[in-house]
């Protein structure tokens, strides 16, 4: 069980710095969500 933790947290650890590593983001739709007034 150990064993998977650890592969866990080091994909975890290497998403987590390819997403540092090109910051721009790409194609990425941003929407605002608000209540009606």
Sequence with gaps: MGLGVL???L???LSYL???HSP???R???EVVAPAQ
Aim: aromatic share 14%.
């Design 7 to 9: 592969l866990l947290q």
């Design 11 to 13: 994909g975890f650890i």
């Design 18 to 20: 390819g997403a540092f």
């Design 24 to 26: 721009t983001p790409h």
């Design 28 to 30: 990425i739709p941003v």
